[in-house]
């Protein structure tokens, strides 16, 4: 129901920045939450931001005060910005879409972006 693709990932040092985006499509306006996960090589998959469709914003601990997560309704795409990395959060990161058509309920996955905070 809803095509997400990742993009913005790649290599930086400690301390550094990136930003991640998603951009989403089909359909695009029954998504009633969206949220980037992420998950380290033997670890499970956490969330590490969420977004309501009404705005409203969380993050896991771990990433609060130094990564938000926004949207540009525009060109339906969601960005996660990241500032002050460090090597703990390395991992591939992914895009989530949840939403519903009717009374069917859908959760779609982007394809993953890796992110590695390395000297």
């Known amino acids: 129901q809803v095509h997400l693709v990742e993009s913005g990932g790649g290599l930086v040092q400690p301390g550094g920045s990136l930003r991640l985006s998603c951009e989403a499509s089909?359909?695009?306006?029954?998504?009633?939450?969206m949220g980037w996960y992420r998950q380290a090589p033997g670890k499970e998959r956490e969330l590490v931001a969420s977004?309501?469709?009404?705005?409203?914003?969380d993050y896991t601990d771990s990433v609060k005060g130094r990564f938000t997560i926004s949207r540009d309704n525009a060109e339906n795409t969601l960005y996660l910005q990241m500032n002050s990395l460090n090597p703990e959060d390395t991992a591939v990161y992914y895009c989530?879409?949840?939403?519903?058509?009717?009374?069917?309920?859908?959760?779609?996955w982007g394809q993953g972006t890796q992110v590695t905070v390395s000297s």
């Open positions: 089909g359909s695009i306006f029954s998504i009633n939450v």
């Open positions: 989530n879409a949840e939403g519903r058509l009717g009374p069917v309920r859908y959760n779609s």
């Open positions: 977004i309501t469709s009404g705005g409203s914003t």
